[in-house]
């Protein structure tokens, strides 16, 4: 099975910065977009950035400035730095992956586990 495993969340003071990891494992073939998004309880889960295999961003309005999505193609690895924390920023943030398995080139969309990040005195 392909899987998604994050790290790098934690508590942080606000002002604080994180760098969230997340890589990708099992029978790839490639992978098209990765992306952060989060869920903060009683909300809906939303949209932090999106990176294309080009290399291609796209930002939620809320962290334009702040967060920097990168990623590493040859360690199918997605990072997210998160500078310039607020208290707002506190959610579960969850990895995702559009690829294609290796076995019959199918285009499937993964999930990761999440990693909390809470931003707090």
């Known amino acids: 099975q392909v899987q998604l495993v994050e790290s790098g969340g934690g508590l942080v003071q606000p002002g604080g910065s994180l760098t969230l990891s997340c890589a990708a494992s099992?029978?790839?073939?490639?992978?098209?977009?990765m992306g952060w998004y989060r869920q903060a309880p009683g909300k809906q889960r939303e949209l932090v950035a999106r990176?294309?295999?080009?290399?291609?961003?796209t930002y939620a309005d809320s962290v334009k400035g702040r967060f920097t999505i990168s990623r590493d193609n040859a360690k199918n690895t997605v990072y997210l730095q998160m500078n310039s924390l607020k208290p707002e920023d506190t959610a579960l943030y969850y990895c995702?992956?559009?690829?294609?398995?290796?076995?019959?080139?199918?285009?499937?969309?993964?999930w990761g586990q999440g990693t909390q990040v809470t931003v707090s005195l």
């Open positions: 995702n992956a559009d690829l294609l398995e290796y076995e019959f080139r199918r285009r499937k969309d993964y």
């Open positions: 990176i294309t295999n080009g290399g291609s961003t």
């Open positions: 099992g029978r790839i073939f490639s992978i098209f977009d």
